[in-house]
């Protein structure tokens, strides 16, 4: 049986967003940056969608840039 990938009912807006329940789930970030890419990493997101993409990092985590109107369909 394949695992089910499950969408953090949160947006994250500051790193304080950001905590152990995303772990092994997708995040919604409205604006990817560093710290919150780093922080991320660290609690182990499974994926990250995002309208605007300000991260330098190159990661492993796997990143779907959205438009405005696929955005307001995930929220």
């Known amino acids: 049986m394949a695992a089910k ?4 009912s949160r ?5 304080r967003d950001l905590n ?9 970030v409205e ?6 890419m ?3 990493e660290v609690i182990g997101v499974s994926g990250i969608i ?3 993409d300000n991260s330098n990092d190159e990661s492993e985590i796997p990143i779907k840039k959205v438009d405005r ?3 307001k369909k995930l929220r």
């Open 31 to 36: 604006c990817l940056d560093d710290s919150i």
């Open 5 to 8: 990938k499950v969408i953090w």
């Open 50 to 52: 995002c309208l605007e």
């Open 11 to 15: 947006v994250v807006e500051t790193l």
């Open 69 to 71: 109107d696929e955005w």
């Open 20 to 28: 152990i329940e995303a772990r092994d789930k997708t995040i919604l």
């Open 38 to 40: 780093t922080k991320a």
